[in-house]
């Protein structure tokens, strides 16, 4: 299948990483057009993506079609030297649409009406509403699908739509007969018997709609299943039809960022490149290790290969509590950061500012202040920047020695209003356990269970309530074949159907982990922390034995717990009973990799300073907003700047070197070689004429 090197390796020139955003220019007069390509040029914009919202423009009544407007900006891009990524509009169907057609308004578990005025309301369920998407999906591919501008496609966009009305009802039935064949097996799966739910026809199964308490978690938990299904299903109708028309164009839509409402392994896989949109709050002081998480675990989903940023803001966005501006020089940072983790790609929402509308307020690459501001003056210089970098840059990969395993069925899974405690939380136990590899300078990338896990040298479990056969198995195997593991609380507690395992953990990972016996959980209150000795522990402990050979590492001080296992570790497995303090965490994962192997990128590296190895670079990238020193092994070049370093480098606030080696064989230059060596000459530069 088409890729994203397909797009940033144009034939007969270098290697490049994209830039640029979402562009609506549909909310501007046309007489903007112009001015916009030719504020592009001066950033050093090469991709805008058109359409997202366009389809009331498109077809404002059903069956009409307006692409006279969309015509001209194809054209317009074109000319300039910008690439299109072209969206399907079907993320927000037009008002006729809702009118004409109530069945395709998605309605919420109380059967409340999603109405039009805003966007995403559309019922994935609905044949209408499919049927729609398709006509216009097929009518915007045959139209476009030979213009010189088009890129690559963009399905849809953030989808994220869940719907417990009569459509919704008559598919889920549909997709548990397909899951389960028969009442009996589904009654058996989701343990009916208990307050006396047994199902004995299947008219009787609905939506987890509003109910009078709790509701059975394994009913929720194949309700998730399915919505994340039935999006999916939505995404492959209107994939399938540009395929049809644009074989050798990548097709993408953008997952969003660690959300749980979609099965981002399962998502990746359908996609010939995967995108996400991330966008970290520029006052949490996490948000550095948090940019980091998204593009590991979206580089990881992406199979190791590139990825794309297609939405990031320039600067505040519109939907906090409050929204705090980005500082000059945060942008640039956290956009070479994601190019650090394997991005190929680095876009915004949105190009222009928009005037109207509900997010007025969000920012845009250029911003209301116009090209004399701040936030576009930074668009320009990191514009510059990307086109130093994509030559030696696009196209080579992130290698890890550590893998941070996660699946969304666990995270669906945990996520009931029944469990021990409310305060368990899947993204933050993840989000922390990440959080101390990268204070510890350690890189990660993620892998789902099932997953091939050999090539690492460390696996880390920090959370994974739901663990299936298949993936206990795995681990297992791992620990045999000689990688070391480290398992957080609550490992491996329930089956595929959320079925709590015989003796409270699978009897495998009990052998596997040294436990004896595991007595009790024992959660912990807000503010409370429990004495393990050298750190403390928070949010939870458990009250488990340990078995005969198996060494206690940290054990519990005081209360019910007093000399019990707080850190158990058999051999080359290892099992946290409790959260270390973040400090304690961090260096419990460091020692542990250490023992495997596994060192930073670089040695000594001060606070904040984060240090990334793509291909043959090092990025270095300084998250704090004072200047520090950073020493280095030998005498390296920073690519950004041209300047050399020999022992040691400055970077200031915000501020990052990528470095090659000085003195290693330079690549050799664009364009060396006989012509059949080096393909096709090069065509106009962007905007002349051929």
């Known amino acids: ?408 069925n666990s995270w669906w899974a945990g996520d009931q209003d029944g469990a021990l405690s409310r305060r368990v939380d899947h993204a933050e136990i993840v989000r922390a356990w990440h959080r101390a590899l990268w204070d510890a300078h350690l890189p990660v990338s993620f892998a789902h269970p099932h997953h091939d896990l050999g090539g690492h040298r460390l696996v880390l479990v920090p959370h994974l309530y739901l663990l299936d056969d298949t993936a206990i198995d795995n681990l297992v195997a791992y620990v045999r074949g000689g990688g070391t593991l480290v398992c957080g609380f609550l490992t491996g507690i329930a089956d595929q159907d959320d079925r709590v395992r015989p003796g409270g953990m699978d009897a495998r990972l009990r052998e596997l982990l040294g436990i004896e016996l595991l007595q009790e959980w024992w959660p912990l209150d807000e503010g409370e922390q429990v004495d393990c000795g050298t750190f403390r522990g928070t949010l939870w402990s458990e009250e488990l034995a340990a078995a005969p050979g198996a060494e206690t590492v940290a054990a519990y001080r005081g209360g019910e717990l007093d000399g019990l296992p707080a850190v158990l570790r058999n051999g080359r497995a290892h099992y946290l009973s409790t959260l270390p303090e973040p400090d304690a965490l961090s260096r419990l994962l460091a020692g542990v990799a250490e023992e495997a192997g596994v060192r930073p990128a670089v040695d000594g590296l001060p606070s904040g300073v984060e240090a990334v190895r793509r291909g043959d670079l090092l990025f270095l990238l300084q998250h704090g907003r004072d200047p520090v020193t950073v020493t280095l092994p030998g005498r390296h070049r920073d690519l950004l700047t041209g300047t050399e370093a020999e022992g040691a480098l400055q970077l200031e606030r915000y501020g990052v070197a990528v470095l090659e080696v000085s003195g290693a064989a330079a690549p050799e230059p664009w364009g060396a070689g006989t012509r059949e060596e080096r393909g096709p000459e090069p065509g106009p530069a962007p905007g002349e004429r051929p």
């Open 1 to 408: 299948m088409p890729s994203l090197d397909d797009v940033t390796r144009p034939p007969g020139r270098p290697p490049r990483i994209l830039y640029g955003g979402d562009w609506n220019p549909e909310q501007w007069p046309e007489e903007t057009w112009t001015e916009d390509v030719r504020l592009m040029r001066r950033a050093g914009v090469t991709s805008v993506t058109l359409g997202v919202f366009s389809w009331s423009r498109i077809e404002p009544a059903p069956g009409v079609r307006e692409f006279g407007w969309l015509d001209r900006l194809m054209d317009l891009t074109h000319a300039h030297g910008v690439g299109v990524v072209l969206a399907t509009p079907t993320s927000s169907p037009p008002p006729w649409m809702g009118r004409l057609h109530p069945e395709t308004l998605p309605r919420d578990e109380d059967g409340r009406t999603e109405w039009w005025g805003s966007r995403q309301h559309f019922s994935h369920s609905s044949e209408v509403y499919r049927r729609y998407a398709a006509s216009i999906t097929e009518d915007v591919a045959a139209r476009y699908a030979d213009h010189p501008a088009l890129t690559m496609w963009h399905i849809n966009n953030e989808y994220c739509t869940y719907d417990w009305g009569d459509e919704a009802a008559r598919t889920f039935r549909r997709w548990l007969q397909d899951r389960y064949g028969g009442l009996e097996a589904l009654n058996t799966a989701w343990g009916t018997d208990f307050w006396s739910q047994r199902y004995g026809d299947w008219a009787e199964v609905l939506p987890p709609r509003r109910a009078h308490y709790l509701k059975n978690p394994a009913h929720v938990l194949d309700f998730r299943r399915y919505t994340s299904d039935q999006l999916l299903d939505c995404y492959r109708a209107e994939r399938d039809i540009v395929r049809r028309h644009t074989p050798h164009l990548p097709v993408t839509t953008n997952l969003m960022p660690f959300w749980s409402g979609q099965d981002g392994w399962e998502w990746a896989a359908e996609e010939d490149l995967v995108s996400v949109d991330v966008y970290p709050d520029p006052r949490d002081p996490g948000s550095a290790a948090y940019n980091a998480m998204i593009g590991d675990l979206t580089r990881s989903q992406a199979g190791g290969r590139p990825w794309m940023v297609m939405e990031q803001a320039a600067g505040a966005v519109n939907w906090r509590g409050v929204n705090h501006p980005k500082p000059y020089g945060l942008n640039r940072l956290w956009a070479l950061q994601t190019v650090a983790h394997g991005a190929d790609a680095v876009c915004y929402f949105q190009w222009r500012q928009s005037r109207q509308g509900a997010e007025k307020f969000h920012s845009g690459m250029l911003g209301h202040t116009g090209e004399r501001g701040r936030v576009f003056q930074e668009t320009v210089r990191i514009g510059a920047d990307l086109a130093r970098l994509g030559p030696r840059v696009a196209g080579s990969r992130v290698t890890t020695d550590i893998a941070v395993l996660h699946d969304w």
